[in-house]
């Protein structure tokens, strides 16, 4: 939880120098600005419940740290982040709707670069999935708990 926590505030102390250069170069900073908590709260629930359920997870499997640097990357290729999801096909970019993080990057990108708010409907559908993750990840890693004293 510490170092979620902790990307979090890294995340907003990067976002308020990424409003500085905004109000830099485009001498204005977006009134949408208002919608980040839109985006910010179901991403850190949804990265808690994460993190909840591979922590309890790794302390069963001793090699879920290097699996996981190898999924993360594979996640992160599979997110368009540093391309436009305007290049991808039909099919890809229905695959891609199933990605939670592709919610989150057309949210940013809505708010901060076309300041407009974030569509509504995946959003909608973004907390649904971040709450349920949560609960999920909180109930998983404290059954599995008690057992981590045996195994560690």
Not at 106 to 133: C, N
Request: charged share 10%; glycine share 6%; hydrophobic share 60%.
């Amino acid at each position: 939880v510490n170092q979620v926590l902790s990307g979090f505030v890294t995340e907003l102390f990067a976002l308020s120098l990424f409003l500085l250069a905004l109000l830099l170069f485009r001498h204005s900073i977006p009134t949408t600005i208002v919608w980040l908590p839109v985006v910010m709260l179901p991403q850190l629930l949804f990265t808690l419940g994460v993190c909840w359920f591979l922590a309890g997870l790794g302390a069963f499997l001793r090699d879920l740290g290097q699996i996981m640097g190898f999924l993360l990357n594979l996640w992160f290729f599979l997110t368009p982040i540093c391309y436009l999801d305007t290049t991808l096909s039909k099919t890809a970019l229905r695959f891609l709707g199933k990605n939670p993080i592709y919610t989150l990057v057309r949210g940013y990108r809505a708010i901060l670069l076309e300041h407009t708010a974030p569509e509504m409907g995946p959003m909608i559908k973004l907390w649904i999935l971040a709450t349920i993750v949560f609960l999920i990840g909180h109930a998983w890693f404290y059954k599995l708990r008690r057992a981590f004293a045996d195994v560690i």
